[in-house]
């Protein structure tokens, strides 16, 4: 993995612990591996970011690009761009620091990436509740048993599906033919499928459809619509195999300007992709591919039933009574 760089954005202002251990347990996982990881970091001046600095630095194969920050606002695009600047392998992963560290995974989609079977492959990520993040950090589970455990209706460990995510394998070149992340999205949403549909694009991978800009997420990916429909088609492949890369648990604030800057993302992301929902076709719906792919590759449809699951919200999913009654009521 020694042509692999791995980017990861670095904002501590928010869990600042969570984040520094989840970023130290990346840089002892890759430890093996011969991958290079590169932070970007947002410096804001406090004990937590000296600490960070001087801890992820400390390991041979891992960068920390810091930049001052006086603003309250965390911008990821921000530091994934001033990460970039430090890339010199020939291929690029774009990962978050919840995401588990699967370097299996992680090796297996760098090898098609190598081979040119496709130029980008956008992973799919299944949320873990805090049950199944414990079990996962223990070695109680191996990425496989959850997926076998998912496939197998088992709802304790699960939240949802990221179908696509923004875990991407990618040619590194491509980041600057693209012009990297867009840095007007602040705070939460929308700079990730942005800088995926211009890599699409930049492929021939995605076309206009008339409800482009449709904005209803569903729990299956298989029923996605919109742009998440015309990206998560991309992913169909790696549906059909099973591959998914994890998304550990965490708190979230209650109230906080990092979510509340969605709504104003979605007007960036929409005034930047406007000729998308210009001109152009219905697609097909996700089900009719998947279905067709599972044809063609001799695949039971029936060995897939959990990615048709439906049902709205996520009482189901949330793995003790404390926290499924704050959902009920709301808190």
């Not at 007007?184 to 990730?192: I, L, P, R, T, V």
């Not at 995605?206 to 619509?225: G, H, M, Y």
């Not at 000729?275 to 219905?282: M, P």
Request: aromatic fraction near 12%.
């Amino acid at each position: 993995m020694n042509d692999l760089s791995i980017i990861v954005p670095l904002d501590l202002s928010q869990r600042p612990l969570d984040i520094l251990f989840k970023a130290i347990h990346l840089c002892k996982a890759a430890q093996t591996t011969g991958c290079r990881i590169i932070f970007g970091h947002a410096d804001r001046g406090t004990l937590v970011d000296r600490l960070a600095h001087k801890a992820l630095s400390s390991f041979s194969h891992s960068h920390v690009v810091s930049e001052k920050i006086s603003s309250t606002a965390i911008n990821t695009s921000l530091l994934r761009n001033i990460a970039f600047e430090r890339v010199n392998t020939k291929f690029l992963l774009l990962l978050d620091v919840d995401i588990w560290p699967d370097f299996e995974l992680f090796s297996k989609y760098l090898t098609l990436l190598a081979s040119d079977k496709s130029p980008l492959y956008f992973l799919p990520c299944i949320y873990l509740t805090a049950n199944g993040s414990k079990k996962l950090k223990k070695k109680q589970l191996h990425p496989v048993d959850l997926t076998n455990k998912f496939f197998d209706f088992s709802r304790k460990d699960f939240l949802h599906i990221a179908s696509p995510s923004s875990i991407t394998f990618m040619h590194t070149v491509d980041f600057g033919s693209i012009g990297g992340f867009d840095q007007a999205f602040e705070g939460h949403g929308y700079e990730d499928f942005d800088f995926m549909i211009r890599l699409a694009r930049h492929h021939k991978l995605i076309s206009p459809t008339p409800s482009f800009f449709s904005n209803n997420p569903s729990r299956s990916p298989l029923f996605a619509s919109g742009y998440r429909r015309e990206l998560g088609r991309l992913c169909l492949p790696t549906l059909l195999n099973k591959d998914f890369a994890y998304h550990l648990h965490h708190a979230k604030p209650k109230a906080s300007k990092y979510y509340e800057a969605r709504t104003k993302n979605f007007e960036i992301f929409k005034n930047k992709h406007q000729e998308l929902s210009i001109g152009g076709e219905e697609t097909a719906t996700l089900i009719e591919d998947f279905i067709k792919l599972c044809s063609n590759n001799n695949q039971l449809i029936s060995h897939f039933s959990a990615l048709f699951e439906n049902k709205p919200g996520h009482v189901d999913r949330y793995d003790t009574f404390k926290r499924r009654l704050r959902f009920l009521i709301n808190e």
